[in-house]
C-alpha cells in the first residue's frame, strides 16, 4: 500500500511516498497557485548515473530548485541526513526510489555499493575517458622505463598530472600493468617540470669531470644552470649512477 508523507521543510507543500513518487500542493511555477488535489511530479534522471530529481522550488533551507528524488523519500520517512553521510540505494538502481530500498550512509559504503553491483563508469565506460585501456598499459610502460613523463603525456595528448596518476595506479585501478614507486615523481626523469634523463644526467657529470663549467652545461642541455648543478653534485637525481 503506497503511503505518503510530507517533505520535512517544505510547509506542507510536497510529499513523498513509499514507493519512491513525489507529489505537490502547488501548480508550476515560481508564482504557483494552490491546487485542490495533490500533482505527481515527473522525475529526470541525471547522467551519467541515472538517478532521478523533480523541480520543486522553495524546498529545504536554501529553497533549492530541484531535488534528488531519494533523498526526498529518506527526508520524509527515516529524517534529515546525519553529518558524513549521503542517500543509496541497496541495489544499486538509482531509479528505484523505494524506501526500502534507501538507506543513508557514508560515501565509502555508497562507493563500495556501486563497485559491487557494477554502476560506477571505470575505465573506457566513462563519458569522460579519453584512453583506453590498451593506451593505459602502454603509460605504464614507458613510465617504468623512465621516459619523461612529459613526454608521454605530449604523445596521448593528455596532462602530466593524468599521466602521473595512471603511473602511480591512482586511475584505472582494474587495468594491469607497473605501478610506480610512492616518490616516483617527485625525483627526476618524472617529474613534471623535468627536462633531464638519465642519460643526460650521466653525460653532464663526466663532462663537468672532464672541466665543463654548470653554465656551459645548462646551455648545451637546455636546462636551468641550478636545476643542473644539483643533479650533478647528486643533490637530485640521486638515483642515477654512472
Known amino acids: ?39 505527481i511530479l515527473e522525475p529526470k534522471a541525471i547522467p551519467p548515473y541515472g538517478h532521478l530529481r523533480v523541480n520543486a522550488a522553495g524546498i529545504g533551507p ?35 526510489n523505494r524506501l526500502e530500498n534507501l538507506r543513508w550512509d557514508t560515501a565509502k559504503s555508497n562507493g563500495r555499493d556501486k563497485v559491487l553491483h557494477g554502476t560506477v563508469p571505470r575505465g573506457e565506460s566513462s563519458n569522460l575517458a579519453e584512453l583506453t585501456e590498451g593506451d593505459v598499459r602502454e603509460i605504464r610502460r614507458l613510465a617504468a622505463e623512465l621516459v619523461p613523463l612529459r613526454l608521454i603525456a605530449a604523445q596521448f595528448d ?26 616516483a615523481l617527485r625525483r ?26 654548470f653554465t656551459e652545461l645548462a646551455e648545451r642541455f637546455g636546462v636551468s644552470r641550478p636545476g643542473l648543478t644539483n643533479a650533478i653534485r647528486g643533490k637530485s637525481w640521486a638515483h642515477v649512477t654512472d
Open 1 to 39: 500500500m503506497e503511503t505518503w508523507r510530507t517533505i520535512p521543510d517544505t510547509d506542507g507543500l510536497y510529499e513523498a511516498s513509499n514507493e519512491g513518487r513525489i507529489r505537490s500542493w502547488r501548480s508550476p511555477g515560481r508564482w504557483g497557485r494552490m491546487l485542490t488535489e495533490p500533482m
Open 158 to 183: 593528455v596532462d602530466d598530472k593524468t599521466v602521473g596518476a595512471i603511473a602511480h595506479g591512482r586511475t584505472w585501478t582494474h587495468v594491469d600493468g607497473p605501478r610506480l614507486a610512492g616518490d
Open 188 to 213: 627526476g626523469v618524472l617529474a613534471p617540470t623535468a627536462k633531464l634523463t638519465p642519460d643526460i644526467v650521466r653525460e653532464a657529470r663526466r663532462l663537468h669531470a672532464e672541466g665543463a663549467t
Open 62 to 96: 536554501n529553497g533549492r530548485r530541484y531535488e534528488q528524488v531519494h533523498r526526498l523519500v529518506l527526508l520524509a520517512f527515516v529524517g534529515p541526513c546525519p553529518p558524513g553521510m549521503e542517500g543509496c540505494h541497496n541495489d544499486g538502481d538509482p531509479s528505484n
